[in-house]
């Protein structure tokens, strides 16, 4: 066990022989060998694995420590960089320990300080290779290093500033730069909201009895309500229909309702409806919209609905839809199972019921925007707004993207054109007129018109089939209005009245012209509409062998009087409305009203719907049914034309009766008591 040389020695030796000494040397068959000691290998890895820094820090070390170094030789070691390399400007890629020393070395990384809000991001360090040092150099346990870079930027609005270069027709919006950002949309209108009116889009309250929207703007009228269950929908409620179907087992993550509708055109959205289950139907439902044709789905926030065998507990109402909703050509929306719990707290029941009622989606507001200017994009922090009118009030804002951009709107900054010198009019918005029942007037909506620079010839307002115009909201009402004025500035309210005459749409613009200027155009939208009355089944009462007495309801009178109502009855089960007796009633009180159903035949169902009539149509309400009773025995009166052998019966009439049965016999219970074993023998005759 020697670390240095080892020496051998060949000595002569005094052997005796004989009577006498001499000298011998012998050697022979020698071998000399030994086994060197083992050579500890040098190994290389980093202290520790992982740290964070800002990357305002400039520079960070990482240290790396070293073991069994070699006396004689250094020892290096390569090292690679993978993850958000884009988060440093430079590291060490190669580290070399000096011979025979056993101190630390350092990856020095440079940080980059960029200006981006990019969030926190990981660069991950490998040591790769390593050479020199002793025995089999090798890369220790630890041989990755992950360094997390901390953002020093925080996301920002951009800051909408003051306009400049302001004339009669236009002006320059500016605004601040953001950080990083690569581009900005801007938005200019004439309403400080940056929206109109808004409007009640669609809506399901199943009166009808049916998939299909029951109210909303002409574009949804067509729209409907599906589940994906692959079970029939049922209309339970009475007077206030659901719609309802059952298949929801197992349907957590999968089963909903789901409506489509286009919010083209208005913002500021909101849903409302109501949901029920039975015991053993679903109890936990989200809504979720999608806005390309549902190959994405995202959760409305605070949507989520807990359902009880009621109407007033699973309701969302006037819940905001998300700005995404705003302005689609087509929205989904769906009401999905979030567990397969039911309603009882057992497991959901194939035969378990989920119904669904009053869904209302509402627009607060239409987007309004100056033509050119809605979202426009631009790569800078100002902008021409040209083509404007003069002496109007303006406003605008701007998003940005990237960088350190939230997407949110900035503050909004007003503006107003010079007034100029050329002639101009300018003219405020119409609300919606809505559906209207034919032959009556609507109630007045309002729009301003403004002037500049105008001359002295009147101002003229209309006409337009369908409208009539005021200057007063009280005042007298006719097909067109000419204004006079002085000229120069001008500022005018105008009443308008809707009395459609006809079923059809009323759509169209609102002519304002003269002082010198140019017309302008001011849109309406009104609809005509003739609706029939409503009505609803009631129940059967008094119930005998030959009638009924069955109520029913006029719910609504629709567009004109109701002329005509009652109960119609039939022996068919799903007879077709029309096709059936008709028995009218004179009684209506309130709402309600009876028919009294006479002539029918015994121990039979019949079938029957309540109807209203106006000029709009007969309407029908939900099919009933009642059987008839039986007839009573007729009553038995004394015999007549009695003779040795034989007499004359005698029973009055039973009302219903289509023929009769005689029995006679010499026994007074028409029957003996018999004996086993024995015959008995009765004759009738």
Avoid at 599 to 617: D, E, P
Wanted: charged share 10%; net charge negative; with cysteine.
């Amino acid at each position: 066990n020697q670390s240095g040389p080892v020496w051998i020695r060949v000595a002569t030796i005094v052997a005796s022989s004989g009577s006498g000494n001499r000298p011998t040397t012998g050697i022979d068959d020698f071998d000399l060998g030994w086994t060197a000691p083992a050579v500890p290998n040098t190994s290389v890895a980093f202290v520790s694995t992982n740290s964070n820094a800002g990357e305002e820090d400039g520079t960070v070390n990482l240290a790396l420590a070293i073991t069994n170094p070699d006396a004689t030789n250094a020892t290096s070691v390569t090292i690679a960089a993978s993850g958000a390399t884009g988060r440093i400007t430079g590291y060490s890629t190669t580290v070399t320990f000096p011979a025979g020393s056993g101190a630390n070395e350092n990856v020095v990384v440079n940080l980059n300080d960029d200006a981006l809000c990019n969030g926190d991001e990981n660069v991950t360090f490998t040591i790769t290779g390593i050479s020199g040092g002793q025995g089999t150099p090798l890369i220790g346990g630890n041989d990755a290093y992950v360094l997390t870079v901390e953002d020093n930027e925080t996301p920002v609005d951009p800051t909408a500033t003051a306009a400049t270069a302001v004339d009669e027709d236009g002006f320059t919006a500016n605004w601040d730069a953001v950080s990083g950002a690569t581009g900005y949309y801007l938005d200019v209108s004439t309403s400080p909201t940056f929206g109109g009116p808004g409007a009640h889009l669609a809506g399901w309250n199943f009166t009808d009895g049916d998939q299909q929207a029951d109210s909303g703007t002409p574009a949804n009228a067509s729209q409907s309500i599906s589940a994906n269950t692959g079970a029939a929908y049922t209309y339970p409620g009475g007077a206030n229909l659901a719609i309802s179907t059952t298949g929801w087992d197992g349907g957590n993550g999968t089963k909903y309702w789901m409506i489509e509708l286009e919010t083209t055109g208005y913002g500021d959205l909101s849903l409302s409806s109501k949901q029920q289950s039975s015991n053993s139907g679903p109890k936990n439902f989200k809504v979720q919209y999608s806005i390309d044709g549902g190959g994405n789905w995202t959760d409305v926030p605070g949507s989520t609905v807990t359902v009880a065998d009621n109407m007033t507990t699973g309701v969302l109402n006037n819940l905001p839809l998300p700005a995404a909703c705003d302005n689609q050509a087509s929205l989904q929306l769906r009401w999905i199972m979030t567990s397969n719990t039911a309603v009882n707290n057992g497991t959901v029941a194939a035969s378990g019921t989920s119904r669904i009622d009053d869904i209302s989606v509402d627009a607060a507001s239409t987007p309004s925007f100056v033509a050119g200017y809605d979202n426009l994009f631009v790569n800078g922090t100002s902008q021409a707004v040209t083509g404007l009118s003069p002496a109007t009030t303006y406003y605008y804002r701007v998003r940005s993207e990237g960088g350190c951009s939230t997407g949110d709107n900035s503050n909004t900054i007003t503006v107003t054109t010079d007034a100029g010198t050329t002639p101009f009019l300018a003219a405020g918005t119409l609300a919606d007129f809505g559906s209207l029942c034919i032959n009556t007037a609507g109630t007045p909506q309002s729009f301003n018109v403004t002037g500049t620079n105008l001359t002295t010839d009147d101002v003229t307002v209309g006409p337009l089939n369908g409208f009539t115009f005021s200057t007063t909201e009280l005042g007298t009402y006719t097909a067109s209005l000419s204004i006079a004025q002085p000229g120069g500035s001008f500022s005018q309210d105008i009443w308008v009245t809707f009395t459609p005459t006809a079923v059809q749409s009323y759509d169209g613009n609102i002519t304002v012209g003269g002082g010198g200027a140019a017309d302008v155009d001011v849109a309406v939208t009104g609809e005509g509409i003739n609706t029939a009355a409503t009505a609803s089944t009631g129940s059967a009462s008094g119930i005998d062998e030959g009638g009924a007495t069955v109520e029913g309801t006029i719910d609504d009178e629709g567009c004109s009087t109701v002329t005509d109502y009652g109960i119609e009855y039939s022996t068919t089960m799903g007879f077709t409305p029309g096709t059936g007796t008709q028995v009218p009633s004179t009684n209506l009180s309130g709402i309600g009203f009876s028919s009294d159903i006479t002539g029918l035949a015994a121990c039979t169902m019949y079938y029957y719907r309540a109807y209203v009539t106006n000029n709009g149509g007969t309407a029908y309400g939900n099919e009933a049914s009642f059987e008839t009773a039986p007839l009573d025995a007729p009553t038995a009166t004394a015999a007549s034309g009695i003779l040795q052998d034989g007499f004359t019966a005698n029973w009055n009439a039973q009302p219903g009766a289509t023929g009769y049965r005689l029995d006679v016999s010499t026994s007074p219970t028409f029957g003996s008591t018999i004996i086993p074993g024995t015959a008995t023998t009765e004759t009738f005759t």
